[in-house]
Nanobody, 121 residues
């Protein structure tokens, strides 16, 4: 059984910072990428940041220069450091893993339960 558990969300003032963590457990044969998505209220889910198994990163234009994605050396934890937070960053943030369940299977998207980030004064 594969499980992704996010933590670190909460209420923060504009201009503040938060660090989100996503811890994975269970068996995944291999992982192509890990990342963070978010869904603001009334809007569609969007990619925030992504890191591949090789360490390359992609960021949404709206968070470039403010957010940083990183992965633990053991590759079972992915972090999202969020600086200079704005009210527009308010959303439910979801951890995502693109991986392969078995040696012979196709790719599968794994998702965490989501953690709420609210930026408000």
């Amino acid at each position: 059984q594969v499980q992704l558990v996010e933590s670190g969300g909460g209420l923060v003032q504009p201009g503040g910072s938060l660090i989100l963590s996503c811890t994975t457990s269970g068996t995944i044969f291999s992982i192509d990428a890990m990342g963070w998505y978010r869904q603001p209220p009334g809007k569609e889910r969007e990619l925030v940041a992504r890191i591949t198994s090789g360490g390359s990163t992609i960021y949404a234009d709206s968070v470039k220069g403010r957010f940083t994605i990183a992965r633990s050396d053991t590759k079972n934890v992915v972090y999202l450091r969020m600086n200079s937070l704005e009210p527009e960053d308010t959303a439910v943030y979801y951890c995502n893993v693109l991986g392969y369940p078995t040696m012979t299977s196709g790719p599968h998207d794994y998702w965490g339960q989501g953690t709420q980030v609210t930026v408000s004064s």
